[in-house]
């Protein structure tokens, strides 16, 4: 252990555990253990890091604390201390734009995981507020922009730039353009952005360009954060839209053309009541059978009230894929049980009469009411989604899967299978509007 090569230390140590790390470093000559500590490959998780193919522009989209401002100062700590190392007769310049000047200065700058406090305190960079400048003993300057002023990004020129909160930025199309004609020192000008997501255009634009290279990262992937925090978090926002996007750093949006909205399905999560006038299981089964199959659709929904006021409430989603029938079979009858449900409302297009055999046999006394779509699934969904519109159906719960399909149903470019929808369809439009409105299907 008396090696005081880093990257050699690091090998020796990363079969450790933390105990085994701490006692190791506390046995290293002084100055290694330093090294060690400093040694950001050996610490950081492999999405933290740059990627190893050839890359002009690289971000890292991750939901809050996943660590995604730390990977960005390591990036621009490296870029410095490899500067020393090459004896650049220039020195390097850097940009760092944040949403505003108080976020780059408290952030990216000062912050836990900013660069000032990231680095040894004999090479720790000195902020001039004045002019908005970080400048390091080598020479190296990053100099502080604000998105609010993209203008700002005219005239100057860099050989790197760190944005961060990309998502945040006023314009950030245009502030983006403004940064990247700036890159132009260097032979190989590089751009890395770090961002929790929001479903705006210009971040879609971003994605989409064929040279940048992607990473994500999570909350739950930064192993420093107190489990009581996780957990508090888990149960608040885990399987929300917010957590999903803040938490889960998921690209979240509506597509154009579709029956349902987020806005409107998160509006719709509430407790459900104790009691029920009628629940059922509805199923969706699949074309196919086994691992390549299409899933199939089993969601539980329940009504309550009279006439006007009566309101349904999805209460699970069952669903389940790769299985042979007698596998989804008893998947119906588990929700049957754990429901009492009063039926099971079948889609009888593909089978026939022989999905009410495969039914029973998970229990022949399974109450199966076959159902036969006559029109096309979106003419079918549509009085379902004016009910969601009159907030006549509410959900208790959250399903992510379900909610997915039901936004992006009828979008461009969707081509999956809306098992899980359809199966949604079909229990509401039973509890709901059998009976009383003409209905677009048939029982058998």
Not at 395 to 405: A, C, K
Request: proline residues 7%; contains cysteine; hydrophobic residues 40%.
């Amino acid at each position: 252990m008396a090696r005081t090569d880093p990257a050699l230390c690091a090998r020796d140590l990363v079969q450790l555990d933390l105990e085994q790390v701490q006692w190791a470093i506390e046995q290293m000559p002084q100055g290694t253990a330093g090294k060690i500590l400093r040694y950001w490959p050996f610490w950081a998780r492999e999405d933290q890091l740059p990627p190893a193919e050839p890359w002009a522009s690289w971000m890292l989209l991750g939901g809050r604390g996943s660590g995604k401002t730390r990977a960005g100062a390591e990036w621009v700590r490296g870029l410095v201390e490899a500067a020393s190392k090459s004896g650049k007769s220039r020195p390097l310049r850097i940009a760092l734009v944040a949403p505003t000047i108080h976020d780059a200065r408290e952030v990216m700058i000062e912050g836990d995981s900013g660069l000032r406090n990231i680095s040894h305190p004999r090479s720790r960079p000195k902020y001039s507020a004045s002019r908005r400048q970080l400048k390091w003993k080598n020479g190296a300057i990053a100099q502080v922009f604000s998105a609010e002023d993209a203008d700002g990004l005219r005239g100057p020129q860099f050989d790197a730039a760190w944005a961060d909160e990309f998502c945040a930025w006023k314009n950030p199309g245009h502030c983006l353009a403004m940064l990247r004609m700036g890159l132009r020192l260097g032979p190989n000008p590089k751009l890395v952005l770090t961002t929790t997501p929001r479903p705006s255009l210009a971040l879609k634009k971003l994605l989409a360009e064929p040279g940048l290279i992607l990473t994500r990262a999570t909350t739950w992937d930064n192993p420093h954060l107190s489990a009581t925090f996780i957990a508090g978090l888990n149960t608040l926002y885990g399987k929300s839209v917010l957590g999903r996007q803040e938490l889960g750093g998921e690209l979240i949006d509506d597509p154009v053309g579709g029956l349902w909205s987020r806005v409107q399905i998160e509006q719709a999560i509430g407790v459900a009541p104790n009691e029920f006038d009628r629940i059922v299981v509805a199923v969706d089964p699949p074309a196919g059978a086994g691992q390549g199959a299409a899933a199939c659709g089993i969601v539980v929904a329940g009504v309550c009230g009279i006439a006007e006021q009566r309101q349904a409430w999805v209460l699970a989603d069952r669903t389940v894929q790769g299985l042979q029938p007698a596998g989804w079979a008893k998947a119906v009858y588990r929700a049957w049980q754990d429901f009492e449900a009063d039926k099971i409302v079948a889609e009888a297009n593909q089978g026939g009469e022989m999905v009410r055999t495969i039914l029973q046999m998970a229990d022949p006394n399974l109450p199966v009411a076959l159902v036969h779509a006559r029109r096309g699934k979106r003419i079918r969904a549509e009085p379902i989604a004016a009910l969601y519109d009159q907030n006549r159906v509410r959900h208790g719960g959250r399903f992510p899967e379900l909610e997915d399909q039901m936004c992006r149903f009828g979008t461009e470019g969707n081509t999956s299978s809306p098992d899980r929808m359809d199966a949604l369809v079909w229990a509401l439009w039973s509890l709901m509007l059998d009976g009383n409105t003409t209905p677009r299907m048939r029982v058998l």
